[in-house]
């Protein structure tokens, strides 16, 4: 009897290991449904031919697409330069308070970007609180002001990408390189830096991805890029063409970033065995103790304590002395609460579906390695690192196109929301797959337990810590999301998102504190669960 006929019915082969259909079918269910959009995205973009081709070799085009390379560029140098920096301060030097420093440090990611560009806007701009109280006026507008606000709320992706690496250096490296004679200054770029070389790789990836993504900022402080454009194109010119065009341009340049991000990482990989690792001695700062404190309560006041205390007392004066202007644009929306209702439920829904629909294709590539479960696995992340409005404009057109009725209405948002961020889901539970001593499970089956008893009984217990920091991952993401939240939702669905930046765009400001403020305080909870996992396991936050 040859092997394919010897495989059991509802099974298939991989590597002459049958593969359950209790796994195959769900988990190619999720590679069609999020490949489906962006295969059918690049393939009307295509179709248009010479249309496609004019659009992205005219200048504009150029334009569009060297501006964003210049954001991306300078966030990612303010970036990394905040957030290396305070890492190497915090983990290798006598710095105060360094676990404290770990924890806050990491809390602006409660803050997404676009509230920090509307603080510091009602902060700076002209008959802004600065310009009322001390007669200064300096809008944050232009590459400066856009690659400021982005590269001070992607710091703490480098931060803690550094940090970890820094603390896994043995300072037994550091001895063997004194024995040389080197200095500290050699000795840091010979050994430390090219043992945090993959952490630096992801501190320039992060905030490269925002400055190609986000168009919320953007359009707040009038920088035009590709993901300006395409936002324009969606919502105001309604050029299918163009859009598809642009967003071929935006899925391009985002593998370049990707390629670029793997460039720096490198090939080389460096182990430390526990037996031999021995914690760092922090070095002694002496008479730059003071200034280097100084510097990281700055950035932590800046990035976090200014923005918290400005909405709070912009949400006080727009509660107890609203404008005529403020009552009425209130009463035309409705409560920020109830946009807190949605957007928690919204999120707990999204992280729930993404975690369950995770586990078919990340146990596939888990225990049936092999070709087949690679190609499911790979075409279950074809969303990853796309900006959120690519994502929207090919959840759209597909959507649109196959089942129009379905458009504005919860099941499409939330399929978008598996598009961008599935592949969270799908690192949280590989990484606690990774951990689980397969011999429990082949011993309860050994005793006669069936499969879907030993996941329950055995598995799932095992795996709820990782479980557990994947559903807030993908919480606080879906929570902060923008280009879904605002351009998907069904009519009157306003989250969190949608009234803070509604308010924004209609400048009247003092009515997206309070919205902001709460999209914050509910941030920090799945942060702080984040952040405890991320201490235990080192956890990527991306």
């Known amino acids: 009897m040859s092997e394919a006929t010897a495989a059991r019915p509802g099974r298939v082969r991989a590597r002459g290991r049958a593969l359950p259909w209790t796994l195959v079918l769900p988990s190619a269910a999720v590679a069609a449904v999020i490949a489906a959009p962006m295969v059918f995205l690049v393939g009307r973009a295509l179709a248009s031919g010479r249309a496609t081709l004019a659009l992205l070799t005219s200048p504009r085009i150029f334009v569009l697409l ?16 905040i957030g290396a920096g305070l890492a190497f301060l915090v983990e290798r030097t006598d710095l105060p308070g360094r676990q404290f420093w770990r924890v806050a440090l990491a809390l602006p990611l409660a803050i997404p970007p676009y ?16 310009d009322r109280l001390i007669g200064i006026a300096l809008p944050p507008y232009g590459l400066a002001g856009a690659a400021f606000i982005v590269g001070l709320y992607t710091f703490p992706y480098s931060f803690l990408f550094t940090s970890a690496a820094l603390r896994r250096v043995s300072r037994s490296l550091d001895e063997v390189a004194r024995t040389t004679g080197r200095s500290s200054i050699r000795i840091f770029w010979t050994v430390i830096l090219p043992l945090v070389r993959p952490a630096v790789g992801a501190g320039i990836f992060f905030p490269s991805l925002y400055a190609l993504a986000d168009f919320g900022t953007m359009v707040l402080l009038r920088y ?18 163009a859009a598809s065009a642009l967003a071929l341009q935006a899925i391009v340049l985002t593998l370049g970033f990707l390629w670029l991000e793997a460039r720096l990482r490198g090939r080389r990989r460096f182990h430390q065995t526990d037996a031999s690792w021995r914690p760092p001695t922090p070095q002694r700062l002496g008479r ?16 976090l304590v200014l923005p918290v205390m400005l909405l709070s007392l912009w949400a006080y004066a727009g509660a107890v002395h609203p404008t005529e202007a403020e009552r009425l644009w209130t009463a035309s929306v409705g409560s920020p609460w109830h946009a807190a209702g949605r957007s928690l439920l919204l999120a707990a829904l999204a992280s729930t579906v993404i ?66 961020y599935m592949s969270q889901g799908l690192r949280a539970v590989e990484s606690g797959l990774s951990q689980l001593p397969q011999r429990l499970g082949e011993a309860a089956r050994g005793l006669g337990e069936r499969p879907a008893r030993v996941f329950w009984r055995i598995d799932v217990p095992l795996l709820r810590p990782s479980l557990t920091a994947g559903w807030a991952l993908v919480f606080l993401n879906v929570l902060k999301d923008l280009p879904v939240n605002l351009l998907l939702r069904p009519p009157g669905f306003d989250t969190l998102p949608v009234r803070t930046w509604l308010s924004a765009t209609d400048g009247i400001y003092t009515q997206a504190a309070l919205p902001s403020l709460l999209l914050i305080v509910t941030a920090a909870l799945p942060l702080a669960v984040l952040l405890r996992y991320a201490a235990k396991r080192g956890l990527e936050l991306g």
């Open 355 to 420: 975690l369950i629909l995770a586990i078919p294709p990340a146990y596939l590539r888990a225990r049936w390695p092999g070709i087949p479960a690679w190609v499911m696995w790979a075409a279950s992340q074809a969303g990853y690192a796309l900006p959120g409005v690519v994502v929207v404009l090919g959840v759209a057109f597909l959507t649109n196109t196959i089942a129009p009725w379905l458009y504005g209405m919860l099941p499409v948002m939330l399929g978008a929301f598996m598009v961008r």
């Open 115 to 130: 509230i920090g560009a509307i603080v510091f806007l009602h902060l700076l701009s002209r008959g802004g609180t600065m």
């Open 66 to 81: 060297g501006d964003t390379l210049a954001l991306a560029a300078l966030a990612s140098g303010i970036s990394l330069a």
């Open 288 to 303: 730059s103790r003071s200034p280097a404190l100084a510097w990281a309560c700055v950035v932590l006041g800046v990035a």
């Open 224 to 241: 035009d890029t590709l993901a300006t454009e395409l936002y324009y194109q969606l919502t105001a010119f309604y050029d299918r063409s």
